[in-house]
């Protein structure tokens, strides 16, 4: 979200930053509330942290890949 006016696509309904902000402010309330269900678009999901990459890199993933095979080979007795 840009600090500029926007229109929201599915509503067209104008939406300014501050009102985004209080939107969103409600929304994190209301997901304080348990067993309660928040629905957050995903601009507003990143905003609030929801995507945190940290999963490994293709290159580590293949590497670690490499150690299993050689480790469960020794593990049942058929190392080579």
């Known amino acids: 979200m840009t600090q500029q ?3 929201v696509p599915n509503d ?5 930053a501050a009102s985004a ?10 997901f ?11 601009d507003e ?3 609030v942290g929801a995507f945190q990459e940290d999963a490994l890199s293709e290159q580590d993933a293949a590497e670690s890949c490499v150690d299993l095979v050689d ?3 020794a593990a049942f007795g058929n190392a080579g």
């Open 5 to 7: 006016d926007r229109m």
């Open 12 to 16: 067209m309904i104008p939406c300014d």
């Open 21 to 30: 902000a209080a939107a969103l402010r409600d929304k994190l309330t209301d």
């Open 32 to 42: 304080l509330i348990p067993g309660y269900s928040v629905e957050f678009d995903p």
């Open 45 to 47: 999901a990143e905003q």
């Open 71 to 73: 480790g469960a080979a």
